[in-house]
């Protein structure tokens, strides 16, 4: 089938071709959410951020860091997940350089962690103590 263009010639498909490519984001997603432990960590720690920071009612700016912050983490999440697979397919077999890469890529995801958890705390702390003295 012939592609239908614009009068510039450009191919309408570019548009369905872009549409496409989220349809195969979310499945990446999905997998990662589907066969990583530590996704579903991930998810319950988000949700609770999430729901304490509409308790709380954080400011905007708080909002932003904390939405910062799970952002790093599911990227670095992904990422990981990413550099596991492809590593799998390199090497089947057991490698140090293979096992050594698998865990540098772990690593990342922790310092995100860490970082995010510096966030919330800097984020939260305020807000759990003013309960405290308001209680």
Known sequence: MEPTHDEEGR????????IESFRYAGQGVAHMLRTQHNAWI?????????????AFGVSRDEWCWLIL?????WTAESFNTAI??????????????AGRAKDVAAGAVLLCAA?????????????????????
């Open 69 to 73: 912050a799970m952002a790093s983490v």
């Open 115 to 135: 970082g995010a958890s510096a966030i919330g705390l800097i984020v939260f702390l305020p807000h759990g103590l003013a309960l405290l003295r308001g209680a």
């Open 11 to 18: 191919s309408y498909r570019i548009f369905w071709g872009r």
């Open 84 to 97: 596991e697979i492809i590593v799998d397919i390199a090497s089947p077999e057991w490698r140090p350089a």
């Open 42 to 54: 991930h998810a319950a720690i988000s949700l609770a951020v999430v729901g304490a920071g509409l």
